[in-house]
């Protein structure tokens, strides 16, 4: 499907030269482990979902700018994804393939890039990415995960920041903790257990709806930290030159989610707003997280470096284009996570298809969630009630292939039924997956068992 909209013909040249207008400033919000269909146009737009929560301020802005369909992160953990936004390199080449990891010493990062060119570079709340050094953010906030104060973020010093800023451009990520676990914000009673739609992947339980019903909570909290950035600009006077990107960093955390290559995982929340400059709309083109650095450089300064991994989107926003990947690909690293055991992941996607290699088929998949009392019970109830589904999430076959566009949740493998396009649709995505490996220096099972070389501090899954 094509771009439904185009750049609104204001200035010409928007995407360039800024001589005539003054240099826009960026706000990117992230939001922490939450499904990319748990925004309210998202579920609007996806027609067998029906979400129970309410994001009015998500979806206003959506309404205001352009909402991607496909959009991907790489990997669908916290460290991971944020280093991706940040450095525009996938995980491996930045040397911050694993959760809790630090990317190599020399990396540059937003932070650098954006300063080069006078911009005030912030950060609120979450950090989660290492070196300091590569990522020495201005602090505008801190993080709170805690079931009191304002936000997650610390508004106040954010507030500070944008009162000082004067004149000076400036970059400023707003790093939500909202939906993270613990579930421990907003007013669950909102969200009643039995009203919740429980996607077809999950185990539909009293006590998994419960869990649901307090996740979905902190997803409203999250949507009202959106609209409280929102309002913070257009008191400054600041809405009309800020470019605002809101993006969940990855899926929750719950089974064939946060940890895995799934779609549940992997795909991701997108919403690029810039007020008179980029017309509303939606976008059906792949996009990747490495994808947003090169971009928002373009549009704000006109220059995009040439040694990243991800490559520019302006097209799609100013309506010259309606294509811009063929393939997203990712990796999981799951050594060193919390309950982890190694357990390597390759998969690749295109817009109707995706292959998953798990290449230790013979180890059974283990990590915070599938080490839960509540995992465990639901598990047993599953294989009583003569269910094999989180079975076979916890003992995946060495290939998984899905058609995205009869099987949009990933729930029927066809590997062993694959009709003759089919066949020759995964031997194609199999040959890209592993040229990409090759061209990213990944060497699979062995990269794995390396990552606690990349810790960025000593834990229980890297001592």
Known sequence: MPRETTLSEQPPAVLGSRQDQSQPNIVIFLADDMAWHDVGVYQRLTSSLMGANNTPNIDQLASEGVVFERAFTATAMCSVARHQIYTGLYPVRSGGYGNHSRVYEDTKSIVSYFSEHGYAVALAGKSHVYPRHVFSFTKAGGENKGPAGETTFGIAKTRAFLDGIGQTPFVLVVASSNPHIPWNRGNAKNHPPASITVPPYLHDSPELRAKLSSYLAEVSELDREVGLIDEE???????????????????????????????????????????????????????????????????????????????????????????????????????????????????????????????????????????????????????????????????????????????????????????????????????????????????????????????????????
């Not at 284009?321 to 390597?344: C, L, R, W």
């Not at 999430?393 to 998984?400: F, G």
Request: net charge negative.
């Open 233 to 463: 600009l257009d008191k400054r006077g600041l809405t009309d030159n800020t470019i605002f990107v809101f993006s969940s960093e990855h899926g929750s955390d719950l089974p064939f989610a946060k940890w895995t290559g799934y779609d549940a995982g992997v795909r991701v929340a997108l919403v690029v707003r810039w007020p008179n400059k980029i017309s509303p709309g939606i976008s059906s083109a792949i996009v990747e997280s490495v994808d947003l650095l090169p971009t928002l450089m373009e549009l704000s300064v006109n220059e995009v470096p040439t040694d990243l991994d991800g490559r520019s989107f302006s097209s799609l926003l100013s309506g010259t284009g309606d294509t811009h990947k063929e393939f997203a690909v990712g990796i999981q690293t799951s050594k060193n996570i919390h309950n982890g055991v190694p357990y390597p992941i390759r998969w690749v996607r295109t817009e109707r298809y995706k292959l998953i290699e798990n290449l230790r088929p013979e180890t059974q998949f283990s990590s915070f969630t599938t080490a839960s009392t509540w995992f465990q019970q639901e598990l047993a109830d599953e294989v009583e009630a003569g269910s094999d589904r989180y079975l076979n999430y916890l003992k995946r076959p060495k290939r998984e292939f899905y058609d995205l566009e009869r099987d949009p949740f990933e729930l029927h493998n066809l590997v062993g039924q694959l009709n003759a396009t089919q066949t020759n649709e995964l031997e194609r995505m199999q040959t890209h997956l592993h040229k990409w490996m090759r061209e990213q220096n990944d060497q699979g099972v062995q990269t794995e068992m390396a990552v606690c070389q990349r810790k960025g501090f000593s834990h229980k899954g890297c001592p």
